[in-house]
């Protein structure tokens, strides 16, 4: 495992080529740390879902750079250009129904995906990664997320051996988890959150 700077993954974009390879990146996000890969190297996915001790039948969500990209996983709407337009400002994960391009092990079986469009520090890091990415907390299921590279540490303890590199952002501001947002033809259920 190897460990950066933020500064320094601006630079050098070392993580891009990281997960162009298969491996597994923990990043900090908007609100917490986060642990990514590429949604189409199968290992990667299945060695997250290890290192979190995550319900592997539990669906994974997607990080995507912006709308076009959005639409090449997830049906897209104008209800999603409502929301984006609104709270430029605002996390949101939609959940819509996924297209083929979507691997089925990252939906247990659904026939629809969580997606979220990157924006702040996310987007800076992955836009110009060409592919989704697994979006999800870098800490053990069900134990409080993490906002410095310390508590992860504790947390995965022996199982950071698996993740190839770590971008350290310094202590992060706890801030708000995204809005979930499922969308289904015109309408529209708020799951998690209160933006209208």
């Known amino acids: ?3 950066i700077s933020l500064a320094c993954a601006y630079s050098s974009q070392k993580h ?7 491996g597994i990146v923990i990043y900090p996000s908007s609100n917490c740390y986060g642990i990514c890969c590429d949604i189409f190297h199968q290992k990667a996915v299945d060695t997250i879902s290890a290192i979190k001790n995550r319900d592997r039948t539990k669906p994974y969500t997607i990080l995507v750079r912006d709308k076009k990209h959005f639409a090449e996983y997830g049906k897209y709407s104008q209800c999603i250009d409502y929301y984006l337009g609104k ?15 979507v691997p089925q092990c990252l939906n ?12 702040g520090i996310e987007h800076t890091l ?3 990664y060409p592919h989704a990415l697994i979006n999800t907390s870098a800490n053990r299921s069900s134990m409080p997320t993490c906002f410095d590279i310390a508590h992860i ?5 022996d199982s950071l051996e698996y993740v190839d590199l770590v971008i350290d952002g310094g202590v992060l501001m706890p801030a708000a988890s995204s809005t979930i947002i499922k969308i289904c033809g015109d309408k529209h259920e708020v799951l998690r959150g209160s933006i209208q």
């Open 1 to 3: 495992m190897e460990i």
């Open 16 to 22: 891009i080529a990281v997960l162009a390879k298969g």
């Open 87 to 101: 709270h430029p400002s605002s996390l949101f994960t939609f959940v819509v129904p996924s297209l083929s391009a």
């Open 108 to 119: 247990a079986g659904c026939e629809t995906i969580g997606i979220m469009v990157a924006r």
């Open 126 to 128: 992955f836009c110009a």
């Open 153 to 157: 540490s504790e947390q995965l303890g």
